[in-house]
């Protein structure tokens, strides 16, 4: 989902949108390591032999929906929840009031439980002054992201020969495929 005033930008595409074949598979491996890096929300097992990595925003109703989605696989499948901020001006200090949880996939889950679809807002309420260290990690998550995809949720999976993208909601198929039976 492009946010208002990125899709009434003229901009070029993000990076990753306009390459194909073994151009999109380094890039995508460029953004994987990248994001290894990252400021993220680990959940599932540590060692799972499936991994996904999900650029998500706080306020976004399809993240809230994936998340949902996921959870079939949540004891089987690690997931690295990458947190980005662009919907709202609340975003940033949810994401970064995310990162800063004592237990962060408590928070994520509480976020996306209770998340307020007629009002488009996550379920959690963000710290009065989140740490500035965390802000500045949620915008270089948001840069990294913007820089190569521009649509929540990104998830990136590592298959067995290469890495796969999905931009938006993956369908169920497509997750049965990457993830395995439910």
Known sequence: MLSGNLAAQADPLPAALE?????LQQRLQQVWQQADHLD???TGPVHAARHILIFFD?????????WRSLQPWSARVRMRWVPVAFLRPSSLPMAATLLASKHPAQQLTQNEQHYQFRTRTGGILPLA???AGLLQQVRR???????NFDVTPTLL??????????????SHAQLRHWLGPA
């Open 129 to 131: 002054q989140p740490p």
């Open 19 to 23: 390459l194909h074949g073994t151009a």
């Open 141 to 147: 998550n948001t840069a990294l992201w913007l820089a």
């Open 58 to 66: 706080p306020n976004c109703p399809f993240c809230a929906h994936l």
């Open 157 to 170: 999976y590592r298959g067995p020969h290469k890495l796969h993208d999905a931009l938006g909601f993956p």
């Open 40 to 42: 993220a929300i680990s």
